[in-house]
């Protein structure tokens, strides 16, 4: 059965589907809902080789002219020149406004694809078939769409909702456990910041009486919490920068590691845990509630400690994140599990609070 979560954006409310095995009868679905509509399929390499070639091939059975782009899979593709790539084609191919970007990946695909029907003819329509759990809980919804540069991450980029989401848990059974647990640290995010029994379900889900718990309504509620925030606050200007808890510290690690080393969901985890440590001990967090987020974290074996990198080039990292403001950085952190604050520091607070737990 199909699980339904509306998204009631100012800019344009969608829907989001999520059924296993919902990728089988897509191109039906389309059929009726897009009729017409020429259809660019946006995908790296291996997604597109599971998955792409015969949602191409249906689609086109269905009546739809279809083109493909297709990129190399990860964050070092996450660039200008992947999305200039994306911009040719839909241009030799005289895509119009009708016409329709489709992202089949995961977060860096729904990035790329979404930035490209952002800003091609000022914007074309946009449908997120997310592959992975990160994407399928976290990226896909919202409508943020951006590329990274040298100098940082995600600097290049603008807020584009799209029209629909359809979510196939089924995808998830061709990731190996890193990249599953690459989005469980997302999913235990929305818990922490918002949802106290999505904690608890959680904690179940990782213990030995987890096998009931079923992850079609798991991605569901991590995906009503997200939605929830993005509709009061579409444009990060204030509730929503709650979601960002651990991604300062988070991306910060992917810069200084060049994205070769944590992944996107690892960094997060190990930045929530940072950031805890220093509410805690400065009193902004309940006492205890860093011992149950590491324990959380843990139980799905996503890491707790920070890496081996230079905390000058970390700081460095940290001081051309996008939330910085007039020489101060917004940062999310835990109250208590389940409810979340904003704090402003500015830069040296922060370099003297990491280096006062590195010392602790």
Not at 196 to 207: F, P, Q
Not at 279 to 288: A, I, M, N, S, V
Request: proline share 3%; net charge negative; with cysteine.
């Amino acid at each position: 059965m199909v699980i339904q979560v509306r998204v009631n954006t100012p800019s344009k409310p969608y829907n989001i589907e999520i059924e296993t095995g919902m990728l089988g009868y897509l191109p039906q679905l389309f059929e009726r809902r897009y009729h017409g509509r020429r259809m660019a399929i946006v995908s790296d390499n291996r997604v597109f080789s599971l998955y792409g070639e015969e949602f191409v091939r249906k689609l086109r059975i269905k009546g739809f002219e279809t083109i493909s782009v297709t990129f190399p899979e990860g964050e070092p593709s996450k660039n200008l020149r992947t999305l200039e790539g994306i911009y040719n084609a839909l241009a030799d191919a005289a895509f119009t406004r009708s016409d329709y970007v489709v992202a089949l990946g995961g977060g860096v695909t729904g990035d790329i694809a979404g930035l490209a029907a952002a800003t091609f003819l000022r914007g074309l329509g946009f449908i997120q078939i997310p592959t992975t759990l990160l994407a399928m809980v976290d990226s896909s919804i919202g409508g943020k769409a951006a590329v990274d540069m040298e100098q940082g991450k995600n600097l290049v980029g603008a807020f584009y909702q799209p029209d629909a989401v359809y979510t196939d848990p089924g995808f998830l059974a061709t990731l190996d456990d890193r990249q599953l647990l690459d989005g469980m640290a997302e999913l235990i995010k929305h818990g922490l910041i918002c949802d106290r029994d999505l904690c608890d379900k959680l904690e179940i889900m990782a213990s030995d009486t987890g096998a009931g718990v079923i992850f079609d309504e798991i991605i569901a509620a991590s995906c009503r919490i997200k939605s929830a925030i993005v509709e009061q606050d579409e444009h990060d200007t204030g509730l929503r920068q709650i979601l960002n808890f651990g991604h300062t510290i988070g991306h910060a690690i992917e810069k200084v590691q060049q994205y070769q080393g944590l992944t996107h969901g690892e960094a997060v985890s190990v930045g929530m845990v940072y950031i805890t440590r220093i509410t805690e001990r400065l009193g902004l967090t309940k006492p205890g509630t860093l011992k149950r987020l590491t324990g959380l974290l843990e139980s799905f074996n996503l890491p707790v400690a920070l890496p081996d990198v230079n905390m000058k080039d970390l700081v460095g990292a940290i001081r051309i994140d996008k939330k910085s403001r007039s020489g101060l950085i917004t940062i999310a952190y835990l109250r208590e599990t389940g409810k979340c604050g904003l704090a402003k520091w500015s830069f040296e607070e922060l370099e003297e609070h990491l280096f006062a737990q590195l010392e602790n």
